[in-house]
């Protein structure tokens, strides 16, 4: 794997950083934060950067800084939660349609297309509408809405794989489909699986943090960068920009590292197929 | 010049290996004087995962006006490199020794004007001709291309000339064709269809790597014969590439066998199956199975083809596998010397003659 | 006309050491009007053929002549349309409907495709190849799988370095042998070679055929080979069958065929084999 990560060059090494540090934010974050995260202190609201606190206090008073990296949690949490479900659901679906091919393949087909036809956000908006505010929901109607993203492009490189003659050679010798989509399909596409995963994170966190930042993801208090920003959106105007900028900032820092290294790994991923054919 | 090779040892006089290599005295030639296509020395290399690899070592071949030389070599012989090299199509960062010339010029000083008239004079015909030719594009738009760019031949005139040399490969309904695209045609007819344009731009050499490869035995029989047919009636040279030894001899007027990168053998086509001059050529004719007669067991070559990397550069790059290597084998690495009006590259070329058995167990 | 009776290869080869074990099995193989379309297009029409035990019969013919069609269709890749196939007795015309009757059937007839480079999954090793292939037929024991497997590896000639290799680093005759290890491994009666040395080198092919001829001999499976090649057919088989556009043009023993040729088509097929002293001859344009 680390070999993989090298031959992204520096750009996907650094994104790899990046994410990793957010990583260790949202595994340790409530631990590690320098100040208590949640303690609000009106008379220190807006008060810039001084003393041990670094990037200042927010529109509670609380340090910004805690307040980011115990928020790396949720904002990192929820997309994880939605590429999970989008591509457990979208390989799932591609491998059966490729499998089976023929009515399966044009019903599946079929039926993504409509999929297609729901922005995610508007789903996330129809799920708080039905079940209430809350990352649960809107986690959940972003995996549906992802899933024919990830059906799509996987159910070329499955089909790809299912014509394959060593699939023919597997079926061949009596092994049931099952066994040969699991044990030989599924690993053979891998690298393309990893790819759009990395990619998807980045747009989760995306519209994760716009549906939060609309109130209808994540509730305050509890710490959430996109909250964050709607949370501190006053500060802007009154001249305070920075709580709001810095959580903006590491939305955008992260969304890029998940961006280039899944644009350098679907580059990989490509390069391997294409390889696979040559002599 | 080139540098010369260190390694050779008691090289033929230029002169002589120079008049074999043209092809002087042997079965029915050309006029006389400068061979047409003189590929001298050739070594390229090509970087592989950082590192220079040699992918052809001292290539030497001549190609005379209205002559038909067969390349013939196995997967990793250089057969098909030296084609590309010929071409000037060699990818980027390849390393060059040697020269090629054509007509007595350094192909590799042609730029230009110069090299578009050399390329329409020298005409490449592939393998696959679906890899080579754009699907989206008719027919008659990719046949009278060369013509109408680079010989400023107009539209409707290039369109005639296209469907007389339809016709030519044995295609009648040219207007109809010239309509199509690509998909619409199968193999075979898409392979005259590509012999067809090759001939548009009134070449003197055709460089056929593999034409008939991909294609059915009957369909290659039919291919086969326009190309012979088209080559007398318009006196063109040919270096017909392939692996198939049996082809290359049977339409070639002189045989090129091709191992490791290497040149090991030159021979007239009517002498190769039964006096060849290199065990790798009598080993490789004797590995074939025989359409004739099954034997209990086929006389296999043991070990597998060297590619021209992994060759060494101070032996025989055949001595492993061969039944006659002997010691003096793999002390240098054997120069090509000429015996018989041959080119040999095997130290023991003269005294195994008559031994080499093409024969099959 | 072409001869419409079916061409009976039946009867174990009477010299093979294993005749005494086989001759009370009849035909191992048998094929009874086979007809296979796909939509409008008759892609085999009428094909009728049996193999003997311990015999080989090659399927000869170009491409569109629907020879690798009937490959597909014996191995159960392919539905027949029509007809039958019957394998060691049990038939297999139509799809199998268990797990257990898939397995059964794998261990009857097994095949060896062309394409060495696609021909094994890119990130399995030799040995875990043939291993997996093992472990579907038999429910051994892991010592006595692993030396099975050796003993696999060992009768296609590969040695222990080659056997922990992934395809990637092997070369096409290499996996070709691993290839036909793995089908090996079901030990089935009947082997479909479809063209399965045509991308070989020369030389290599050589080796492989020598092999297949080894193996043939150790363990008396029937070969029905898919070829173009007919001096791979001469060396190989004992009967042959002539495909042309999906019908069966010519059959008979293959020095029979090969040496005098009946049928116009197989006569064009045998005169364009090149050959020193060769000289193609233009058949006529073509126009469609």
Redesign the interface.
């Known amino acids: 794997m680390l070999g993989v990560l090298r031959s992204t060059g520096i750009a996907g090494m650094v994104s790899a950083v990046v994410i990793a540090v957010a990583t260790v934010f949202a595994a340790f974050g409530p631990t590690i934060a320098p100040y208590n995260p949640d303690l609000p202190s009106l008379g220190l609201a807006f008060v810039g950067p001084a003393g041990g606190h670094l990037l200042g206090f927010d529109f509670e008073g609380r340090d910004v800084l805690s307040r980011l990296i115990a928020g790396a949690q949720s904002s990192m949490l929820g997309p994880l939660a939605v590429v999970v479900g989008a591509m457990a659901l979208g390989t799932v679906i591609a491998v059966v349609a490729a499998w089976r091919q023929r009515l399966t393949d044009t019903v599946v087909s079929s039926g993504l297309d409509i999929l297609f036809a729901f922005p995610g956000i508007l789903l996330a908006v129809l799920a708080a509408a039905v079940f209430g505010a809350g990352l649960t929901a809107a986690a959940v109607a972003l995996a549906i809405a992802y899933m024919p993203y990830v059906a799509r492009v996987l159910r070329g490189a499955a089909l790809k794989e299912r014509g ?3 699939v ?9 489909a099952s066994r040969i989509c699991l044990r ?1 399909i599924v ?2 596409m891998l690298p393309l699986i990893v790819a759009q995963a990395t990619i998807m994170f980045g747009w989760a966190m995306v519209d994760l943090a716009a549906i939060s930042f609309l109130g209808l993801g994540v509730q305050p208090p509890a710490p959430n960068w996109g909250v964050m920003i709607s949370e501190n959106e006053p500060g802007i105007l009154q001249g305070y920009p920075l709580p709001a900028l810095a959580a903006g900032l590491c939305i955008v820092a992260v969304v890029i590292a998940f961006n280039v290294l899944g644009e350098r790994l679907f580059l990989q991923a490509q390069v391997q197929q294409a390889q ?1 054919v040559r ?1 | 010049m080139t540098v010369g090779d260190p390694n050779q040892n008691v090289p033929a006089a230029e002169g002589s290996v120079g008049a074999v290599l043209a092809g002087d005295g042997l079965a029915g030639g050309g006029p006389g004087g400068a061979p047409l296509l003189d590929v001298d020395r050739l070594t390229v290399r090509l970087p592989v995962g950082g590192v220079p690899r040699a992918v052809l070592r001292d290539v030497s071949l001549t190609v005379r006006v209205g002559e038909a030389v067969g390349l013939v070599g ?2 990793g012989s250089g057969k098909s490199m030296t084609a590309r090299a010929i071409d000037r199509l060699l990818p980027a960062g390849a390393q060059v020794e040697g020269q090629i010339r054509y007509r007595g010029r350094d192909i590799s000083e042609l730029s230009g004007g110069d090299l578009r008239a050399f390329r329409t004079k020298v005409a490449m015909i592939f393998q696959d001709p679906r890899a080579h030719v754009n699907p989206v594009r008719r027919i008659g738009d990719f046949m009278t291309e060369a013509m109408r760019a680079n010989l400023r031949v107009p539209a409707r005139y290039a369109h005639l000339r296209a469907i007389e040399m339809l ?1 030519q490969v ?4 040219g207007a109809r064709r010239l309509r199509q695209y690509p998909h619409e045609l199968s ?3 898409l392979q ?1 269809v590509m012999i067809a344009a090759a001939l548009l731009t009134d070449p003197v050499l055709l460089l056929a790597d593999e034409p008939t490869t991909a294609l ?7 291919v ?3 190309l ?2 088209l080559r007398r009636e318009y006196g063109l040279a040919m270096l017909f590439i392939t ?5 290359a ?3 070639c007027d002189r045989t090129v066998v091709m191992y490791a990168g290497q040149v090991v053998e030159v021979r007239s ?2 002498l ?2 039964q006096d060849p001059l290199h065990p790798y050529t009598a ?2 004719a004797a ?16 070990g ?2 060297l590619s021209a990397f992994e060759a060494p550069a101070d032996e025989c790059a055949f001595a492993p596998r061969c039944p006659h290597a002997s010691d003096a084998c793999r002390q240098s690495l054997p120069a090509l010397t000429e015996l018989d009006g041959g080119l040999s590259r095997c130290v023991r070329a003269a005294e195994l003659r008559g031994q080499l058995t093409v024969t099959h167990a | 006309m072409p001869d419409t009776t079916a061409p009976d290869l039946a009867g174990p080869d009477s010299t093979s050491p294993h005749s005494a074990a086989l001759a009370s099995n009849g035909p191992v193989l048998v094929v009874t009007s086979l007809r296979k379309e796909f939509g409008s297009l008759v892609a085999v029409d009428d094909v009728s053929f049996a193999v003997g035990a311990g015999r080989s019969m090659a399927i000869v013919g ?2 569109g002549s629907g020879k690798t069609t009937i490959a597909r269709m014996i ?3 392919e539905r027949p349309t029509r007809g039958t196939i019957t394998a060691c007795g049990a038939d297999r015309s139509r799809p199998a409907r268990s ?1 257990r009757d ?6 009857e ?3 060896v ?3 060495p ?8 090793s030799a040995e875990d190849a043939v291993s ?2 093992l472990r ?2 038999h429910d051994w024991p892991a010592d006595r799988c692993r030396s099975r497997v050796t003993e696999l590896i060992d009768l296609v000639g590969l040695d222990a370095r080659q056997a922990r290799s992934l395809p990637r680093a092997l ?3 290499q996996r070709q042998r691993v ?1 036909i290890a ?2 090996l491994a ?1 030990e089935p009666r009947v082997l479909v070679l479809d063209e399965s040395v045509a991308a070989l ?7 492989v ?2 092999l297949l ?1 080894d193996i043939r001999d150790e363990t008396a499976v029937s070969y029905v080979l898919i070829s ?5 057919v ?3 088989t004992d009967h042959a069958i002539v495909m042309h556009r999906g019908r069966v043009v010519e059959h008979g023993p ?2 029979r065929v ?2 005098e040729p009946q049928d116009p088509y197989t006569r ?20 469609s």
């Open positions: 394959q003659p060593y023919a050679a597997l079926e061949v010798q009596g092994s049931s030989h690993p053979n696979a002599r | 196995e997967s016709a044995g295609i009648d309904d193999g075979g007819m005259r059915d035995v009957t369909t290659q029989a039919e086969m014969a326009i012979d047919d692996h198939d030894l049996e082809l001899a049977a339409i086509s009517a190769l199956h080993a490789l590995a074939r199975p025989d359409i004739e007669r099954s034997s209990t067991r086929l006389r296999a070559i043991p597998r083809p | 170009e491409s191995v159960g890749l797990a898939r397995r059964r059937r794998g261990a007839v097994q095949i495709f062309q394409d480079y696609t021909s094994l999954d890119p990130r399995q997996e292939a579907l037929h070369s096409g005759g290839a793995r089908a079901a080198d020369v030389s290599i092919q050589a080796q055929l020598n001829a173009h090649d007919l001096a791979v001469r060396q190989l293959t020095a090969l040496d064009r097929l045998r005169a364009s084999v090149p050959r020193p002293g060769w000289k193609p001859t233009r058949a006529g344009s073509e126009s």
